[in-house]
């Protein structure tokens, strides 16, 4: 039986305890959250998926227990204010054997480093930037790997620039095989919003993201736009017009790639199978995504002082 740690329960986590309960291993579950409301939630989607008649066993708790030794798998899938300061508490705690954390990782370079150490020695740790797993954008890329420097846009709506363009820059580093160089925030609007939860805040504009042989990513996040697309150019000028939200990709507006886009619901379950039997998954490694988040953070705390004029040490993003 492998033992797993799941720390926070609401709308994200319980869609991983669903996944989770489709693992053929035999698992000894651990669910923390300190909201009733969250772990009952939890408990419910738990019963939905069948977890109920499932082999395996399950507690839920309000406070992480004193009694957990050995955790082969923890998942933390809190928001990121604080993240880094409870993965340096489980560590202290608990042997960890691998890590899975949700993005963003936290809110600041400091705090990165915090998680960085908290987990160095375990035997893995990823970011669960499920494109990586997920089978169309797997063959997406054998379309633009090494295919030379790409020009790509994403056009959208409010589809949440501040807190999701790490899983575009993720998913360009990934396809292209280049690293992040920089963030460019001049065209992003001063005027932050107030987010959907409480005490985190958004940003509307265009972020230009530059990668190390000459891929550019604009990201454009706009009210009055109400199509989500991603454009990729490539050298030979073809030009890719992918529509995640329908599953499609058309090369030069005729070839069309039909893919799926799987929910977390149904990833969870074939990556932690992964992780427990082979030590690996497709996900974002702990070391690639820490590089990527520095320079991301670093550029949106930037504007974000300079947008309100102050002096902070953390952005308030999620």
């Known amino acids: 039986m492998k033992n797993i740690l799941l720390v926070g329960a609401g709308q994200l986590g319980s869609r991983y305890l669903q996944g989770l309960s489709t693992v ?65 508490k489980i560590s202290n705690t608990v042997s960890v054997s691998y890590w899975m954390l949700e993005k963003v990782l936290a809110q600041s370079k400091k705090e990165l480093d915090i998680i ?35 020009k790509v846009k994403k056009t959208g709506g409010l589809w949440g620039l501040a807190c999701n363009t790490i899983h575009f820059i993720d998913l360009i580093s990934w396809w292209t095989g280049e690293s ?70 058309f090369k030069s507006k005729k070839n069309v790639f039909r893919g799926e886009f799987k929910l977390q619901s149904e990833l969870t379950g074939p990556i932690v199978s992964k992780i427990l039997i082979n030590g690996t998954c497709e996900l974002t490694t702990l070391k690639q995504s820490l590089e990527q988040h520095k320079v991301f953070l670093d550029a949106m705390l930037s504007h974000w002082n300079f947008s309100n004029k102050l002096n902070d040490k953390i952005v308030p993003i999620t």
Request: proline fraction near 4%; glycine fraction near 4%.
């Open 24 to 88: 053929k291993i035999n698992l000894s579950i651990t669910v923390v959250d300190p909201s009733d409301l969250s772990l009952n939630k939890a408990k419910k989607r738990w019963f939905e998926a069948g977890g109920d008649v499932s082999p395996h066993t399950i507690r839920w708790c309000k406070v992480l227990p004193q009694d957990l030794l050995l955790i082969d798998l923890a998942i933390i899938t809190t928001s990121a204010r604080g993240r880094a300061e409870l993965v340096k």
């Open 180 to 249: 992040l160089i920089s963030v460019n925030t001049d065209r992003l609007d001063h005027a932050w919003i107030k987010s959907k939860r409480v005490g985190y805040f958004e940003v509307m504009g265009e972020l230009l993201v530059k990668f190390s042989r000459g891929t550019e990513l604009t990201l454009q996040s706009q009210p009055i736009e109400t199509r989500d697309i991603l454009y990729v150019e490539i050298p030979n000028k073809d030009i890719w017009t992918i529509d995640e939200l329908n599953c499609t990709a």
């Open 116 to 150: 960085n150490a908290s987990t160095i020695d375990s035997k893995g740790s990823w970011v669960n930037m499920v494109r990586r797993e997920i089978n169309w954008h797997q063959q997406l890329k054998l379309n633009f790997f090494k295919q030379g420097p790409l």
